[in-house]
Nanobody
Framework: QVQLVESGGGLVQVGGSLRLSCAAS????????MGWFRQAPGKEREFVAA???????FYADSVKGRFTISRDNAKNTAYLQMNSLQLENTAVYYC?????????????????WGQGTQVTVSS
């Protein structure tokens, strides 16, 4: 079955960096759109970034210029490089996969989800 496993979360100070990884199995990774979402306590899940099968990338306005999404099809892995982290970036970050192109920023567009990895930014 399809599995998405996130890693790389942790505790970081304001201004620091983290790189999240999402290892996928059970699917033809190269043809899937890969997305990253996050959910902070008491808030709805929100779109962070996505990358389609051609490598085109899409970002939420709040992370443009600071976060970079990428993929390595040979390793069946997607990444989210997060720089200049701020307190408001504290959340559980989820990896997601979708088999067709479309509304990349909409959570219900994605059919598969990982379990999430906690990112905590401290002052």
């Amino acid at each position: 079955q399809v599995q998405l496993v996130e890693s790389g979360g942790g505790l970081v100070q304001v201004g620091g960096s983290l790189r999240l990884s999402c290892a996928a199995s059970g699917l033809t990774f190269s043809i899937y759109v890969m997305g990253w979402f996050r959910q902070a306590p008491g808030k709805e899940r929100e779109f962070v970034a996505a990358i389609d099968r051609s490598g085109s990338t899409f970002y939420a306005d709040s992370v443009k210029g600071r976060f970079t999404i990428s993929r390595d099809n040979a390793k069946n892995t997607a990444y989210l490089q997060m720089n200049s982290l701020q307190l408001e970036n504290t959340a559980v970050y989820y990896c997601a996969a979708a088999s067709v192109g479309g509304a990349y920023s909409v959570a219900r567009f994605y059919g598969y989800w990982g379990q999430g990895t906690q990112v905590t930014v401290s002052s």
